[in-house]
């Protein structure tokens, strides 16, 4: 399984990104797959944004960004997507996406995904 994240750059506060994971390699059968999306700021721990399963579509939310972010899958192209909205400059960070093979609700800290992609840059000036 390969994940690739795409769609970082740098944003005013109060602007949009929307980030995409593509998942490669997936068997047919997801079961109970699930992807979630981290975020890591320097000198700080990868921190849990959202995730959403495959098979139904149930989302949940951090906290900060409950509102703002919106996570989506498209389960015919294999991508799934972080929509950014009023973006802050606490924002700022490397975010990651990620599988969990063994999906639930709970699915919240990174130990708990099997695959990762490489990362990718968000940056939110004042």
């Known amino acids: 399984v390969q994940l690739q994240a795409s769609g970082g750059g740098l944003v005013q506060a109060g602007g949009s990104l929307r980030l995409s994971c593509t998942v490669s390699?997936?068997?047919?059968?997801?079961?109970?797959?699930?992807v979630g999306w981290f975020r890591q700021a320097p000198g700080l721990v990868r921190e849990f944004i959202a995730t959403?399963?495959?098979?139904?579509?149930?989302?949940y939310y951090a906290d900060p960004v409950k509102g703002r972010f919106t996570v989506s899958r498209d389960e015919a192209k294999n991508i799934v997507s972080l929509q950014m909205n009023n973006l802050k400059p606490e924002d700022t960070a490397v975010y990651y996406c990620?599988?969990?093979?063994?999906?639930?609700?709970?699915?919240?800290?990174?130990?708990?995904?099997?695959?990762w992609g490489q990362g990718t840059q968000v940056t939110v000036s004042s």
């Open positions: 390699g997936r068997p047919r059968t997801l079961g109970t797959w699930g």
């Open positions: 990620a599988v969990d093979r063994t999906w639930t609700y709970l699915s919240r800290r990174p130990g708990q995904y099997d695959f």
């Open positions: 959403i399963a495959w098979n139904g579509g149930n989302t």
